[in-house]
Structures are given as structure tokens and as C-alpha cells.
């Protein structure tokens, strides 16, 4: 694992937008958060792998937990059609102790989708999955959150212990997708991290 982690001037690692035709009603943004705004990319880079990145992704959107690490996520439909992923889909990311968190599907892609959190949910802000053909297969994992509330925040930013649960979650995700594409992972997965002070507050 390669990690990199830096401060970041504020607006330079901004969300994207959410759609309108989506629900927000329930929704936790970032601005209702607490403490700094993490930037995060996870990104693996695979070889000789058996499916391209549409299949790839195609075979998660139809159930996320294909490759979540169990002991750590797992994604239940609460809201939407059964089966495939679609646009405006509720999920509860079931995890260890009191962490479960409640996501709605804003975009989706034949290569891609990305979540909001919604109340209740450990982050106030959006994480994207996506999987690209390039010289070989590239899968990425990006967010843009602050802590959903105070205690969040501590464990979080301050002594850390979410922090180091949620790498280690997302790294297993990123090896496990290397296992269901069929190829193997070529490099070390590399992790970057971008904090943003916001309204000058820790």
C-alpha cells in the first residue's frame, strides 16, 4: 500500500453536485458535518483480468456485496427495485458496533455509481465507485466527507480508530475486486487523502 496524505486550500476538493431529480430531503451533507473535509482515493491497477471494466461493474451494481468485505460492510437494499442498482436506490451499509450507514444511489453509470449518505450515517457527504479500461483495469474508490457528527469527528480525526477501519475496509473492497475481475493486482494499491479545513474550524 502506497498512502499520501496533505492539506488541501478550501473548495479544491469540493464534491460533485447533486442532481435534482434525486430526493435530499433526508440527505446528510457536508455542510451539516463536523471538523475537516476528507478528499479520499483508493485505486488499484490490475492485469490479465477477465472481465472489462462495464462487466466488472455490471456484476457489483447487481449486488454490492460481491466484493465488500463482510466482516466489515454489507450493502442491504432498503429502497427500490429488486436486483439491479438504479438511480435513487436506498441501502444500509451494515457495520461492526454502531456504524451502520444509510446511502442513496445519486449516479450510475455503466462504469460507475456513487452514494450520498443520509441521516444517521457515520460521514455527511458522497463516495463513488468506478472501474475503467485503460492499460489494464483500474478500479478507484472516491469520497468527498466530513464526520456525521461530533463523536464521529473524534473517532475519526482525533484518535483516529475509524479512520484505520474504514483504509483497512476499503483496501479489502479494492483486493477483493481484484479477485472477482480474475486478474491480478499489478503495483500497490495506492491511498490518498486531501484534508480541507472548512470555515476555519479543526
Known amino acids: 500500500m502506497r498512502r499520501l496524505e496533505m492539506e488541501e486550500q478550501a473548495g479544491r476538493s469540493e ?20 471538523g475537516p473535509l476528507f478528499h479520499r482515493l483508493y485505486r488499484v491497477a490490475i492485469e490479465e483480468a477477465n472481465l472489462r471494466a462495464a462487466e466488472l461493474m455490471g456484476r457489483i451494481q447487481v449486488d454490492p456485496n460481491a466484493v465488500s468485505p463482510k466482516e466489515f460492510a454489507r450493502f442491504h437494499k432498503v429502497d427500490g427495485a429488486s436486483g439491479r442498482m438504479h438511480l435513487g436506490d436506498d441501502y444500509l451499509i451494515h457495520m461492526p458496533g454502531p456504524w451502520n450507514g444509510p446511502v442513496r444511489v445519486v449516479d450510475l453509470t455503466t462504469h460507475s455509481f456513487r452514494f450520498m449518505t443520509l441521516k444517521g450515517h457515520l460521514e455527511a457527504g458522497q463516495i463513488e465507485f468506478r472501474a475503467t479500461d485503460d492499460v489494464g483495469l483500474i478500479f478507484e474508490i472516491e469520497s468527498w466527507a466530513r464526520s456525521g457528527d461530533r463523536l464521529s469527528h473524534v473517532l475519526y480525526d482525533n484518535l483516529r480508530m475509524a479512520k484505520e477501519i474504514q483504509l483497512h475496509m476499503w483496501t479489502s473492497t479494492l483486493e477483493r475486486v481484484v479477485k472477482v475481475s480474475g486478474g491480478v493486482r499489478h503495483d500497490l494499491i495506492r491511498v490518498e487523502t486531501h484534508r480541507t479545513v472548512v470555515d476555519g474550524r479543526p
Open 15 to 34: 464534491p460533485p453536485p447533486l442532481p435534482e431529480q434525486v430526493e435530499l430531503g433526508d440527505a446528510l451533507l457536508p455542510e451539516q458535518g463536523f
